[in-house]
């Protein structure tokens, strides 16, 4: 059985761009009998903010969303993240890295790879990667094809704060709660290589991917709680509005407006065609 989820991070209110993922996720499991999940993705604990959560929640509510079973939240999955942690540090896929973000870069060199250098405590645990091409086909954007060591190199699973890394614990739940397809943004692409070498690393199944436009704003920048973007109304004429640009930015035009949240959604569920999501990277909304 087809099985999606949402996976927010509660960091601040829903904006356009986390409606647009919810909406197209929720449809594409809708349309095809599936179930619905909720993650709560709130494992980086110092960006949290408090009551976000249930915002979320609220907002999702008050758009019509419906989600099957109760809602996950990754704090309560720490040691289960352990778990995978230790299972990857005895087949010695891990190291020690004492390296700061400042001193990687990019790409990581590799500078802790066969040994701490003198005199240095280690701060991460870093998975190690190979040479060989990560391939997949994305629904939406087809045959896709990273070398890790060239783009990101050996990755961080858990942080120097003693956190464990969003790679790791999207992987270990993605499993857990058996996700058999993946609808989320084209911003979360250069993640995807990694959570399929970690699936293979871990021995753990990969769900079917399909990453959705990013929406933008007038400057370029995508939408999102860093750079400020606005929450989407939670007042039923505005919301009404903003279901129906949400349903134009994925492909699917209105013949006029609706009168109602709920006949907003009677309109689009019989209709919905991920064929009809346009096939680019990023697309700008006029409003933001």
Not at 63 to 87: H, I, M, N, T
Not at 99 to 122: A, D, H, Q
Not at 245 to 264: C, M, N, R, V, Y
Request: with cysteine; charged share 25%.
């Amino acid at each position: 059985m087809y099985r999606g989820r949402f996976a927010p991070s509660p960091t601040g209110p829903l904006h356009f761009g986390s409606l647009v993922a919810a909406m197209a996720s929720y449809l594409d499991a809708r349309s095809q009998g599936g179930e619905w999940l909720v993650r709560i993705e709130d494992v980086d604990t110092p960006r949290n903010q408090p009551g976000a959560a249930d915002s979320i929640l609220r907002t999702l509510e008050f758009y019509g969303f419906e989600w099957d079973g109760p809602v996950l939240y990754q704090s309560s999955r720490f040691e289960a993240y352990q778990c995978a942690l230790e299972k990857l540090r005895r087949a010695r896929a891990l190291f020690p890295c004492a390296c700061s973000r400042k001193e990687v870069g990019e790409i990581y060199p590799g500078t802790c790879r066969n040994g701490l250098p003198p005199s240095r405590e280690p701060r991460s645990w870093r998975l190690r990667v190979d040479d060989d091409p990560i391939r997949f086909n994305d629904r939406r954007l087809g045959a896709q094809e990273e070398v890790l060591s060239e783009s990101v190199g050996d990755f961080v699973v858990k942080r120097a704060n003693g956190l464990f890394a969003y790679q790791l614990a999207v992987v270990v739940d993605d499993c857990w709660q058996g996700i058999t397809d993946v609808v989320r943004g084209s911003d979360l692409l250069t993640s995807t290589a990694r959570q399929i070498y970690l699936q293979t690393k871990l021995q753990l199944p990969s769900p079917s991917y399909l990453h959705l436009p990013v929406a933008i704003d007038r400057t370029g920048d995508k939408l999102s709680k860093q750079t400020k973007a606005q929450p989407i109304p939670t007042s039923e004429p505005a919301a009404v509005v903003t279901l129906a640009e949400a349903f134009e930015f994925l492909g699917h035009t209105p013949p006029q407006p609706f009168h109602s949240i709920k006949d907003a959604w009677a309109w689009i569920k019989p209709i919905w065609e991920t064929g009809n999501i346009p096939a680019v990277r990023a697309r700008s909304i006029s409003h933001a």
